[in-house]
């Protein structure tokens, strides 16, 4: 169930909108939040407080990729890969990552801490080689850099 | 000396608060504004000659005046923040650090088409630019910057973040209009465009967000101090962002004309580690690459259109002569392949098939044949899908065939790459 203050944020959201439907974005943000990723249940609920069929909100989470459709770890550590990182040698910065975590991109560590992915490009691209963990930008990677960010979050 | 207007702040402590965007001069524009008509304002932004920062570089006066003068009618302002054109990293840096210029842009540019509401469209992956913005329509509410009666007017604006989340295709303004209105973002047939038929129906401008950060200066300073930076025909600072290889990469601010080769030697510094360049994406992955020959061309719209390629958003993309074309070409099609929307069948298959072939060239596994293949997948694709994405590709992969067609025929030939003998 959905906490009372994530029912209320869904009600404040519900005013910013001539539609209900419009909610449905900022709804799946709430969800994941609540629930680590983007249950069935859960937007069953945001269905029912929103007053509109179920079949809107699921057409609308798999078409957006920050939607997780499954659990991930703690922390989720994204490396772009795109053109800039690349020039700058984002493969390698994967790599370090990769070998350090045990795992692969795609992949979550069995103690569920981390998990890995690659992305396009974040907008970051003056500052490549670059990651993102969770809700935060490391920019400028090297090896040491790589190295110092994952210890201080182990 | 061109003294940047946009990025003036940026270096300032606490850039992102109220406080710091007075101290310099903030909101007096909106003041100024309020005092003028409506019709004088959208003048006033035609005479200045500011064309949009998007990419697509229409006059933005001209867009704001296809909005029926019916004070009746509800209309919107559309912020696109969407920011996801590979290389492109400008707006992002407005939004965090200086967020009161937009919102005070945004609320002038609301005034001007007689729009009550505004959404900022941002992409999911900005949290910190999206909490800055928050924090700043918070303060500017306060400060009765918006919400009703604003600064004793009787003009009334209500302002909203609207977060994307992770699609590529939000940037194209039709999409980004199905997207708020909470459905899958697949792009619309135009006409009619979204001056009369927008967001939830009603007539909506989607400006973006460095078009929209423009607006504070040229009321504060008149059409003609903007019309008087840069060429005649696209006027104005302009924002460019240096990436790759390149030992100063970042963000300046400079005349709209800029020269290429003054933006990446004399400001960006020159070519990583004593390499050589290569070549040049003038504007976000979408416009096709330049190399050596073409560095004296000024970045603005016209003279890259002259040059078959485009400024786009104005991200220059460095690359030097140890990164295999290739490669280039393939990661930037393994974007477009990734994000294409799905709804029409040339770019949803076009792209597909074309990203498999590439990958086995890469992969030192292409057959002969194979750049025909490409070459008509181009010509099947180009001007045949619904929205720019898939022309977007296939103009960034023409650049890289008429520059450097034998890396794609030595990778075929040879099953290795030509410049760092890979496989
Ligand atoms: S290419 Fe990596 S952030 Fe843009």
Redesign the interface.
Known sequence: MLSEAAVNEIKEIRK???????????C??VIQREYGYITEDGMREIAKILDINPI?VF??ST?????NKKPVGKYHVQVC????C???DGEHILDVISKKLGIKAKETTPDKKFTLSTV?????????PMM?IN???YENLNDAKVEEILNSLR | MFEPVILKNINVADSHKLSTYLGSGGYQGLKKALDMTPDALIQMVKDSGLRGRGGAGFSTGLKWSFIPKDATLQKYLCCNAD???????K??AIMEYDPHQLIEGMAIASYAIGADTSYIYI??????AADRLEDAIKEAYQKKYLGKNILGSNFNHDM?V???????ICGEETALLE???????LPRIKPPFPAHVGL?GKPTVINNVETLACIPHIVNRGASWFASIGPAKSPGPKLY?????VNK???YELPMGTPLREIIYTHAGGIKDGKKLKAV?PGG?SAPMLTEKDLDTPMDFDSLAAKGTMLGSG?V????DS?CIV??AL??HE?FH??S?GKCTPCREGLDWLVKVMRRIEHGQGKEGDIELLEKLCVDIFGRTFCPLGDGAVMALRGAFNNFREEFDFHIKNKRCMVNGNR
């Open positions: 910013r909108y001539v539609t209900a439907r419009s909610c449905i974005m900022p799946l943000y809107l057409e609308v078409f957006y990729t920050m939607y890969t795109n053109i800039s690349s020039i700058l396009e490009c974040l907008g970051s691209c003056g500052t490549a993102q809700d935060k930008y | 920011e996801g054109e590979p290389g492109t990293f707006d992002r992409r999911g992956e900005f949290a910190l909203y609207h977060r994307g989340a992770g699609a590529y997207s708020i209105e909470g459905r899958r973002a939830f962002g240096i990436s790759g290889s990469p970042g963000l994406i992955v991200a993309i460095v690359i030097d990164m490669k280039a990661i930037t974007f990734h994000e929307c």
